[in-house]
């Protein structure tokens, strides 16, 4: 059973910064791309970052610039930095990972974000 346990989600002000983790239990991790998802109150989960196995980065416009995703192969952990944080960051935040060779989906159980005015 695959596990994701996000954490370092919390309450900023604008204009602050955040550092989430996610560590994957299991051996899957090495062979999985792995994503940063939101989803805000009444709105539909949006990607935020990928990362690929080869450490291949993606982001939505409205974070680049101002986050970055990285992984360590050797914690299972995959990380997303966030700066410049503002209100339209808030969100629940979903750790993912997706195995190619399976087509097995993975999500965590999320963290909250807050950012404050």
């Known amino acids: 059973q695959v596990q994701l346990v996000e954490s370092g989600g919390g309450l900023v002000q604008t204009g602050g910064s955040l550092r989430l983790s996610c560590a994957a239990s299991g051996s899957i991790f090495r062979f999985a791309d792995m994503g940063w998802y939101r989803q805000a109150p009444g709105k539909q989960r949006e990607l935020v970052a990928t990362?690929?196995?080869?450490?291949?980065?993606n982001y939505a416009d409205s974070v680049k610039g101002r986050f970055t995703i990285s992984r360590d192969n050797a914690k299972n952990t995959v990380y997303l930095q966030m700066n410049s944080l503002t209100p339209e960051d808030s969100a629940v935040y979903y750790c993912n990972a997706y195995v190619l060779s399976t087509l097995n989906n993975y999500w965590g159980q999320g963290t909250q974000v807050t950012v404050s005015s």
């Open positions: 990362i690929t196995r080869g450490s291949y980065t």
